[in-house]
């Protein structure tokens, strides 16, 4: 049965906090540090996996501070609008509607996304890597910036990426910018629209409110609403290879890609669709992705959940295969975590963050000070060491 990312809508229970000390900015740096640095659980299912090294799964909350939206964080879309619905990957390749709509949203949105940056969370843990505290990244995200900010340390996009778009037909790769340029001339009265908003600095606040007050309403993943607006009109261009030289199905016949005198997309074609490269809602992850993230989570000794209510199945099983093999669990996100009282089901008296660690505080925050308790460790051992030979 092939794996979907499918959201979680259920309640989310209050965050516990593990150790009690961990209720406070220093004591939860404390913990964290210890968990990071702590050598490997004797309880770990794979002996051979004892090599103190961490995996981090990463979700929206942690690219916050970058000016993004996340899920279920303080200003969250799930938690300031209930109603929020994103679109599924079987609306999107179905219906040509839809995908108007979609793409006139993702339009206004990825001027935003394009010009956010890693912040210093994703440095810190660059810098966890370097110091081999870290084994890999898993990330929910789909911005790229765990892959920029520490591109030797390996990192599995779980759900793709936005930086590029794919045709559903041929499969190729287009990059996103192009592709947002090519919209900008199909489209000219929604690029004055997109000059005009981002002249107005509707784009440059990161406050729900303040964009809400300017007529937008800024999601997850680089998408823009804009209530009333005429998404009908909106057009999206032809895959160009495809178009180029139309594929065969697979029962011989070829494709048949129509597109306007301008180059859109029209809706009597069967093929050359580009969608972004990301895994939608109601989407199969690839299996090659799906056995890497496993392998990660079989490769480390312990993993740290860092921005995430682990609400999409594809990501709470890893936490899940992961407390199956007998791995300590930290887990670092502003809310409530699903399934998180069964993580911490069993946390041995005494602990104060080497076998387990729950804290409720902001990754960019507390991520650089972890860094430089762990850098005076390292110093220390090494001055150590110096000192006897």
Request: charged content about 20%; aromatic content about 8%.
């Amino acid at each position: 049965m092939p794996l979907l990312r499918i959201p979680y809508t259920d309640p989310l229970p209050p965050p516990q906090i593990i150790p009690r000390s961990a209720n406070t900015s220093s004591g939860a740096i404390a913990a964290l540090a210890e968990f990071l640095s702590a050598p490997s659980s004797p309880h770990l299912k794979h002996h051979e996996t004892q090599n103190d090294k961490t995996l981090l799964l990463t979700g929206a909350g942690i690219s916050v501070a970058s000016g993004l939206a996340d899920y279920r964080g303080t200003n969250g879309t799930y938690t300031l609008n209930k109603k929020y619905r994103p679109i599924y990957y079987s609306e999107f390749t179905s219906n040509h509607e839809a995908r108007k709509r979609y793409w006139a949203r993702s339009y206004l949105g990825w001027t935003n996304l394009h010009k956010a940056r890693p912040n210093t969370a994703h440095w810190a843990i660059k810098r966890l890597g370097e110091l081999g505290r870290l084994s890999s990244v898993i990330t929910q995200n789909v911005d790229s910036f765990h892959p920029a900010a520490h591109p030797q340390l390996p990192t599995i996009e779980l759900h793709g990426y936005l930086r590029s778009i794919v045709c559903l037909t041929c499969r190729n790769e287009y990059p996103r910018e192009a592709f947002q340029q090519q919209l900008s001339a199909l489209n000219p009265a929604w690029a004055t629209f997109l000059e005009e908003i981002i002249a107005s600095g509707a784009l440059d606040t990161e406050h729900p409110e303040e964009r809400r007050k300017k007529g937008l309403k800024a999601n997850p993943d680089g998408d823009v609403d804009v209530p009333n607006a005429p998404y009908t009109t909106f057009r999206y261009p032809t895959c160009p290879a495809c178009q180029a030289n139309p594929p065969a199905l697979p029962n011989g016949e070829k494709v048949v890609i129509k597109a306007d005198n301008d180059g859109a997309w029209m809706e009597s074609s069967t093929g050359g669709i580009l969608k972004p490269a990301v895994i939608m809602f109601g989407e199969s992850i690839p299996a090659d992705i799906k056995t890497d993230a496993e392998q990660a989570v079989d490769g480390a000794s312990r993993i740290l959940v860092v921005g995430s209510s682990l609400a999409t199945y594809s990501a709470w099983r890893l936490v899940k295969r992961a407390k199956q093999n007998g791995m300590p669990i930290g887990i670092l996100n502003i809310g409530g975590v699903r399934g998180e009282e069964t993580f911490f089901a069993d946390v041995p008296p005494g602990n104060t963050g080497r076998f387990a660690m729950r804290c409720s505080v902001s990754a960019d925050h507390v991520l650089p000070s972890v860094v430089s308790t762990i850098e005076d460790l390292h110093n220390m051992r090494a001055m150590r060491a110096s000192a006897r030979a």
